[in-house]
Nanobody, 121 residues
Framework: VQLQASGGGLVQVGGSLRLSCTVS????????VGWFRQTHGKEREFVAG????????SYAEFVKGRFTVSRDNIDNTVYLQMNSLKPEDTAVYYC???????????????WGQGTQVTVSS
C-alpha cells in the first residue's frame, strides 16, 4: 500500500485546512485508512480513521467536532478536513492504512510521508 499525503501549510488560529492522501495498492485486507500526527518531541498519536466502506469512523477526543475524515472511492483519496484549528494542532500529519479501524488506532500497517501543518497565533 502506498500513501501520498498533501495539503499541509500555514494557517491562522481558527482557520481551516484539508489534507489529502492518495491511496494505491490497497487490498481488502487493508480496509481502514486514517491519520496520525506528531508534534516535535512527542510520539505519534492517532487523529482519525475510517473503514473504506464508510461504515465506521473514529476520532481522537481532541479533534471531535472539529476534524472530519472522509474518502473518495473514485479517486482513491482520503481527506482530513480540519476546522477551528488551534496552535496545538501544529504537527506533521501522516496518512495511514491498516486492517481495521480499531487496529489503526494503535498500530497502522502502512505509513505515508508526513505533511506539515502549522497553526499560527
Amino acid at each position: 500500500v502506498q500513501l501520498q499525503a498533501s495539503g499541509g501549510g500555514l494557517v491562522q488560529v481558527g482557520g481551516s485546512l484539508r489534507l489529502s492522501c492518495t491511496v494505491s495498492g490497497r487490498t481488502t485486507m487493508h480496509s481502514a485508512v486514517g491519520w496520525f500526527r506528531q508534534t516535535h518531541g512527542k510520539e505519534r498519536e492517532f487523529v482519525a480513521g475510517m473503514h473504506w466502506g464508510g461504515s465506521s469512523k473514529s476520532y481522537a477526543e481532541f479533534v471531535k467536532g472539529r476534524f472530519t475524515v472522509s474518502r473518495d472511492n473514485i479517486d482513491n483519496t482520503v481527506y482530513l478536513q480540519m476546522n477551528s484549528l488551534k496552535p496545538e494542532d501544529t504537527a506533521v500529519y501522516y496518512c495511514v492504512a491498516g486492517g481495521s479501524v480499531g487496529g489503526l488506532r494503535t498500530r497502522p500497517d502502512f505509513w505515508g510521508q508526513g505533511t506539515q501543518v502549522t497553526v499560527s497565533s
